[in-house]
């Protein structure tokens, strides 16, 4: 009798887990052209824009959507990124093209070794704040705040995009 009360708390004790590792949901597309398989976490909303999590076989894209008009970024614009439980920033550069739409890239070589800092970082600690930088005269200054859903969200896609994605390389 004690042993079966003791397997079936143990098996309450691992549910969490599996549903955690359940929770990895992405969409998978065909690229038309070129035949590639992309996995994507579709948007996440956030308070000041939404991100999504792209990848492919070669790179992986965190793209930024934020909101408001005349947000102009290029390739020398820049973003603060604070995570939870640090003092510290970390600095992450622009990897997409100019744009006035408020779109910002943070772009990523796809590969089996381990990820760079700032993708390492962005799959394992809860982001609390981005402010992005543009390149303009004033150099404007926009902050995304997270939620605590929100960082526990995007963690865990970013995370999970990354696993899967490793399983396209070759």
Do not use: W
Request: positive net charge; charged residues 25%.
């Amino acid at each position: 009798m004690i042993s079966k009360i003791k397997l079936l708390l143990l098996a309450l004790f691992q549910l969490p887990l599996l549903l955690i590792a359940q929770d990895c949901k992405l969409i998978t597309d065909k690229d038309p052209f070129t035949r590639e398989i992309k996995l994507s976490t579709g948007f996440i909303s956030l308070r000041g824009g939404s991100v999504t999590i792209d990848g492919n076989k070669s790179e992986i894209d965190v793209l930024f959507s934020i909101r408001g008009s005349d947000k102009c970024y290029d390739n020398t614009s820049t973003a603060e990124i604070y995570f939870e439980g640090s003092r510290s920033k970390m600095l992450g550069r622009n990897g997409g093209t100019m744009n006035c739409e408020g779109l910002f890239h943070f772009t990523f070589r796809n590969s089996k070794a381990s990820p760079t800092t700032l993708l390492q970082r962005i799959c394992t600690k809860k982001i609390t704040q981005i402010i992005f930088i543009s390149n303009d005269k004033k150099k404007t200054r926009t902050a995304v705040t997270f939620e605590p859903e929100q960082q526990q969200a995007v963690m865990q896609m970013a995370n999970c995009l990354l696993t899967e994605a490793r399983k396209l390389v070759q």
